[in-house]
């Protein structure tokens, strides 16, 4: 801001010129006459100076509004290169309720702590408190939250990776109408495969047990609006809130489960024997997002833990061990 501008705001608050120019330590007439020098540069007077105290013009008072916000400005711009310099220590605290998560966190989190060494991380995956996930990020209690769905009123929302839901099955499952659709691991691991190899009439698999999920999980909401109809395994699965214990089950042959690609490229499950099912992307897509609190200033650790996780999962190096 012009030094102009800042005699004329001086003006402003203290309804006096003599007295500003006392403050301002400069003399009365100079102060008169650089703002005078400023009205006529503008086009209009300022001050309305047959009043006393003295008063803003009508066009004095929009341009005193906008000189506000020019400051205002200028005050964040200076807070935001205050933070740039001070040393990056400081705890994040991540939350997730997805399973995929418990494979990508600790490969971000090892990388990130061979990048910046000095800042701390406190992944909270506290699934029995009473407090939601949701709740905790609104609360301010977590920097970042992975989900499947947002609030965009409340959150900002970063994609992380996209991933399709698929059907995996012991070859035990495998009928002569499943045969021509089912694909190998190398070929989902791919993406290697054919439209023309994507299930569309899913009653081919009428004859297949499916293990079922937890019923609040969104995986099984997909499982319902693909399916629409299927048979449940005999095998029931209680009280277990994640997906681990089905991938072995149905590796074992106890029935076929709904589970995602990207799953299928982080976990140590057997896939010697299983066979998979794909379905049109337009209804078996869907997206991991990385969500912050919406009006929250984003300081420097957490915006770089972000750049870090977007990083590592567009290349697929939430696979493995990500080592620059």
């Known amino acids: 801001m012009e030094l102009s ?34 009205e006529k540069e503008l086009g209009f007077q300022i001050f ?18 906008m000189l506000e916000r020019v400051m205002n400005c200028e005050s964040d711009m200076l807070n935001s290169l205050r933070e740039l310099d001070k040393p990056l220590t400081k705890k994040i605290i991540v939350s997730s309720g997805i399973y995929l998560s418990h494979y990508i966190l600790p490969t971000v989190c090892g990388a990130f702590l061979r990048r910046y060494p000095d800042i701390a991380v406190d992944i909270d995956l506290n699934s029995k408190s009473q407090t939601t996930f949701f709740q905790k990020l609104d609360d301010e209690m977590l920097d970042i939250l992975f989900s499947y ?31 021509p659709y089912a694909l190998t691991h190398n070929e989902v691991l791919g993406e290697s495969y054919s439209a023309q190899k994507e299930v569309t009439d899913t009653t081919i698999f009428r ?13 099984i909401r997909y499982m319902d609006a693909i399916l629409s109809h299927y048979t449940p395994s ?26 995602s690609d990207a799953l299928t490229k982080v976990s ?9 099912f ?7 897509t869907r997206k991991l997002y990385a969500l912050l609190k919406k009006g929250k200033r984003i300081e420097a650790p957490v915006e770089k833990f972000l750049e870090l996780t977007k990083e590592i999962c567009a290349t697929d190096k939430y696979c493995s061990l990500y080592y620059e």
Request: hydrophobic share 40%; net charge positive.
């Open 278 to 284: 794909a379905f049109p992307k337009e209804i078996s």
């Open 207 to 219: 004859d297949v047990p499916f293990l079922e999920t937890n019923k609040k999980a969104i995986t």
């Open 48 to 65: 309305d100076r047959s009043t006393r105290p003295i008063s803003l013009t009508p066009k004095g008072s929009i341009y005193i509004e």
């Open 234 to 259: 005999q095998y029931s699965i209680s009280n277990v809130s994640h997906i681990g214990l089905h991938l072995n089950m149905m590796c074992a042959g106890t029935g076929a489960l709904f589970i």
């Open 149 to 179: 769905s947002y609030d965009a009123k409340k959150h900002n929302v970063y994609t992380i990776l996209t991933e399709r839901i698929i059907v995996a099955m012991h070859k035990c499952f495998l009928t002569p109408e499943l045969r």
């Open 268 to 276: 140590n499950a057997c896939y010697d024997d299983i066979v998979f």
């Open 5 to 38: 501008d800042r005699y004329v705001y001086h003006v402003f608050t203290t309804k006096n010129f003599t007295k500003s120019a006392n403050l301002l330590y400069i003399s009365q007439p100079s102060l008169s006459a650089a703002i005078s020098a400023k």
